[in-house]
Each structure stands twice: as C-alpha cells, then as structure tokens.
C-alpha cells in the first residue's frame, strides 16, 4: 500500500489534482458547476487544476445518470464504480473498497464530496482515513431527524472535512453550533449557479411542454423518492391519495422515481397511478423547463424544492421537516408531511408567496468560482 504521506501531499508547484465523487441526481448537477468553474479557472490562472471524477453508480438508471452528464456537459468520469442497491451497510462498505482503491492510485490533493448521500460518507470515510483532505459542499445541513440516513451522512461528513463550504448563513450557524466554524465558508448554493446557467438553455433544447401539451401554468408537478415515504405504505397511500385529488382540481403530472414505482408495486397501490398522469424520469433540462413553467411542485427531494424556489413556483414539501428553511421563511415553500388532509390544506392555500418579501439566500449565482478560488488558496498555503 502508498504511504500515506505521498497520498497526503498537497499539488505539486502550480498544479493540483482534484477527485470529485458522485453518485446521484443532485450532485450530477452540483458537479457541473464545480466542472465549468475549475474549466473557467484553468484558462485565467497560471495554476492548473486536474479533476479525476469517480462516478460510484449509486443512480444507474440511464434517465438518472447518463442522460444528466451529456445535458450538463460534465466530462465522462474517469471510473464508474457500478455500485448500487443493498443495505445502506452495504452499499456504502462496497463503495468504500472501491474509492480507496482509486484514491490510493490517484493520490490526489483534495477529495470533494456533494450533498448527504451513501457515496458522500462512503467517500468521506476513506478520504479522512487515509489523511487525504475532504472539501464537502453543501454542509451545514439539518433535518434536526437522525431517523434519516441523509441527516446521518451529513453530521459525518461535516465532521471529518477539511473545508465546509455552507450555501447558507443558518448552514453556518449549525457548523457553530456543532464547533465546526474552522475552516467553513459561506459562498452560495452551486445549485443555484447551475439553476441561471441553464433556465434559458431549456427554452432552446427542451421539447417536453409541447410534448405534453402543457401551454400555460394550470398544471402541477409531483415527485417522491425518499425512503421515509416510500418504504411505508401508509405515506405512500397518503401521498398518492392526496396527488387523486389535487389532480381532479388541475392537472397533476407524478415524475416518477424508480424505486418509488418498486414500492408502489410491492404495496399494491398500482392502481392509484391511474388517477393522474405518471411519467418517466426526465432529463435535467426537462425537468427545468417543467419547473418553471408548473403552478406547482409538490415533492420530498431537497433538490426540488430549491428548484422551485429559483424559479418562483410554489412548493409543498411531502417531508415532516426541511434543512431548506429559507423557502419556507419567504413563503414559497409549505411542509406537508404524508398526510392527505394536510397536502391538500397546503393545496388550497399555496399561493400565500404573493405577500412576501422577497431576497436571494442562495448567493449570487457565483458559488462555484468561489469554491475553486478557496481550494486554490488552502491549497498554496
């Protein structure tokens, strides 16, 4: 095995390699923003940054991968693990042997993990234990419901990292809170980067409003995937009953996620897909383009519920709680839980936005130059 002092040592002179982990839908996003930046940084500076990205297959759908990597223009990563399904214990104990293997080859100066996923933590263990630093974007996080495993990768991960960057001032209040403001910067949400990079792209390479035939805003745009409802029948019935309703009120289209129709399937609430209008996952461009032009979003994903906030839609979140409580704050964002009557409660009174104040907590869409400018300067200290 390398030594550890060799895969420690930081860039050589001007130069410095970077390995990037991803595994899921929103860091695919996350990192196409830290691509186009460190792309941008190499032609301007005299420094030049490589950057290995290691795909580790925890979303292998071609609609949940592929597809997102051609769309958001990130390089082909230079390993794909193929590592998905199983327990958390084993994906993330699988994913672990197979990022050493690569990090102990490429001996890089800095790991950047995204996000809270089983790859985040999986990465992030083997990083810290073998003295390479970890950058993790998008720390600070909290659910305050240790019950989910996102919450769990995200306290890790927080706290074995050598740099936490925070989108948000209350994501660095809760580094504070856990003594982790060392070495924690607050730069903006990439996400919101890649939102004003490509909401006018969409309007060009986008087909699916004419696809569906959705003209105008009367329509709203479902999602669900997180375990906390889809591995328990009684949420799932809740929120699928509650889509059956608002769909008898304007038009309700359910994106649908591959594990989430495995459930529906194993709880014999096939029928209820009948009820509204179910599609296939979409490409990230679409799923933009449907975004801004919904009257609204209802979903657990965190990702989504910042979309919608970028684009000005409403939201009702399908969670018990959000580490997104800015949306909330300004009015744009209502948390619902799995509960029918309380869906549809936040339903009749989604339009409550109109009367709120309105500021960016997201950044100013420059969030990814400043992660890069940072590195590169922790890096030549």
Known sequence: MDNIETISKKGYGNYMKIVSIVGARPQFIKASAICRSIKEFNKEQKDNIEEVIVHTGQHFDSNMSDIFFKELNIPQPNYNLEISGGSHAEMTSRMMVSIEKVLLKEK???????????????????AAKIHIPVVHIEAGLRSFNRKMPEEINRIIA???????????NEALKNLKNDGLEKNA?????VMYDVSQHFKKIGKTKSSIIKKLNLQNKDFALATCHRAENTDHPERLREILKAFTEINKKMPLFFCIHPRTKKFISKFNLTSYLNNFSVIEPLSFIDMVMLEQAASLILTDSGGVQKE?????TPCITLRDETEWVETVELGWNQVAGANMDEILNAFNNKDIHKSIKQYEPYGDGFSANKIIQIINEQNNK
């Open 108 to 126: 890089p100066a800095y790991v950047i993990i995204y996000g809270d996923t089983n790859s985040t933590l999986a990465a992030a263990l083997v």
């Open 185 to 189: 910067f607050v730069v903006g949400d």
């Open 308 to 312: 919608a906030f970028f684009y000005k």
């Open 158 to 168: 927080d706290r074995i990292s050598a740099i936490n960057f925070c989108p948000t």
